[in-house]
């Protein structure tokens, strides 16, 4: 008995071979751009970081996402990678007043986590739809 049969034995748990595969690729770059992953054309998001429920073009289910902290984790990751050498470099290659470079990097790392955060959950809404997770494959867990 392989493994694949074993799962097809639990009621609730068949595997179809027949469903079709989701473009992760596509429905990712649809996320970084605040689209339906599923049409691409369809807003996301109502507001800045509000998920609708549904697409208003295509219908496509939306509300069971869970993007949770993942994309505010991923924002402070990446700006800090970014932001932590640049002040490095900016500190020694123009040797500026400390408080002038605090300021800087302090409104630029704001700004640069606020423009990050609505299209990196994008991408993580995208990633779980096109893996059909949460129940975007249509199980209703
Ligand atoms: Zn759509």
Do not use: N
């Not at 074993?6 to 068949?14: I, N």
């Not at 691409?40 to 970081?49: D, I």
């Not at 509000?50 to 996402?65: N, Q, S, T």
């Not at 993007?67 to 700006?79: E, H, K, M, R, W």
């Amino acid at each position: 008995m392989t493994h694949q049969s074993e799962l097809t034995d639990v009621p609730g748990m068949a595997i179809s071979p027949c469903e079709e595969e989701r473009d992760l690729r596509a429905a990712v770059l649809r996320g970084w751009r605040r689209r339906c992953p599923a049409c691409g054309s369809g807003s996301m998001m109502k507001g800045y970081l509000k998920v609708r429920d549904e697409c208003p073009v295509c219908g496509e289910k939306l509300h069971h996402h869970r993007a949770d902290d993942g994309p505010a984790y991923l924002s402070v990751l990446i700006v800090g990678f970014v932001m932590v050498p640049l002040l490095g470099v900016a500190y020694i290659r123009f040797s500026p007043d400390p408080m002038v470079l605090a300021t800087l990097f302090s409104v630029g790392s704001v700004a640069v986590a606020l423009y990050l955060l609505p299209r990196l959950k994008g991408m993580i809404i995208a990633f779980q739809w096109a893996r059909k997770m949460h129940g975007f494959g249509g199980e209703t867990t």
